[in-house]
T-cell receptor, first 112, second 116 residues
Framework: GESVGLHLPTLSVQEGDNSIINCAYSNSASDYFIWYKQESGKGPQFIIDIRSNMDKRQGQRVTVLLNKTVKHLSLQIAATQPGDSAVYFCAETYGGYQKVTFGTGTKLQVIP | DTEVTQTPKHLVMGMTNKKSLKCEQHMGHRAMYWYKQKAKKPPELMFVYSYEKLSINESVPSRFSPECPNSSLLNLHLHALQPEDSALYLC???????????????FGQGTRLTVV
């Protein structure tokens, strides 16, 4: 399943399928991007990050893709599991500056 | 220890009360943050402390007063709040290397504040 970010805040996927969560960031000067996962009643949890000198980074079951030309970030989750159900936020910052701006978030629902 | 600990977890206060939220980390991080999060919204930055000095205040009303007593502790003093200030208040910390590359922030579980 694939979200269209701001226009589709909820993404439902079958357990075992791959998920793609999209994010359009706002500042062309942003040079550091982070994906956070927030479960109900908890604080955001770091998933993966990427710097602007890269276009792809892989972690365990997750991949982040960065397209600076169109200011687009995506998070791919392989073999989605029920424990992946949460709200996912992209976040951006720039120049070592500590002001981090969060995107609006996408809720991922995994259907068993 | 990769935890940011916030207390209390829940707080109900009247509009005339004075209360404080507390945050603690022992990761040696030198940047600490307060965020406010309303339901179904992303966290919004309120304050940043860098090396125990206030470096960013996002035009937050003076009824919210941050304090950083030392590099491990961050407080948020609350006074004369309004019902619309009810939200989840999140504390975070990061390495905060001055002039260096950013690193990810670690968040606490938050304090769920209700103003009545």
């Amino acid at each position: 399943g694939e979200s269209v970010g701001l226009h589709l805040p909820t993404l439902s996927v079958q357990e075992g399928d791959n998920s793609i969560i999209n994010c359009a960031y706002s500042n062309s000067a942003s040079d550091y991007f982070i994906w956070y996962k927030q479960e109900s009643g908890k604080g955001p949890q770091f998933i993966i990050d990427i710097r602007s000198n890269m276009d792809k980074r892989q972690g365990q079951r997750v991949t982040v893709l960065l397209n600076k030309t169109v200011k687009h970030l995506s998070l791919q989750i392989a073999a989605t599991q029920p424990g992946d159900s949460a709200v996912y936020f992209c976040a951006e910052t720039y120049g070592g500056y500590q002001k981090v701006t969060f995107g609006t978030g996408t809720k991922l629902q995994v259907i068993p | 220890d990769t935890e940011v600990t916030q207390t209390p977890k829940h707080l109900v206060m009247g509009m005339t009360n004075k209360k404080s939220l507390k945050c603690e980390q022992h990761m040696g991080h030198r940047a600490m943050y307060w965020y406010k999060q309303k339901a179904k919204k992303p966290p919004e930055l309120m304050f940043v402390y860098s090396y125990e000095k206030l470096s960013i205040n996002e035009s937050v009303p003076s009824r919210f007063s941050p304090e950083c007593p030392n590099s491990s502790l961050l407080n948020l003093h609350l006074h004369a709040l309004q019902p619309e200030d009810s939200a989840l208040y999140l504390c975070a910390s990061s390495q905060g290397l001055a002039g260096g590359a950013n690193t990810e922030a670690f968040f606490g579980q938050g304090t769920r504040l209700t103003v009545v």
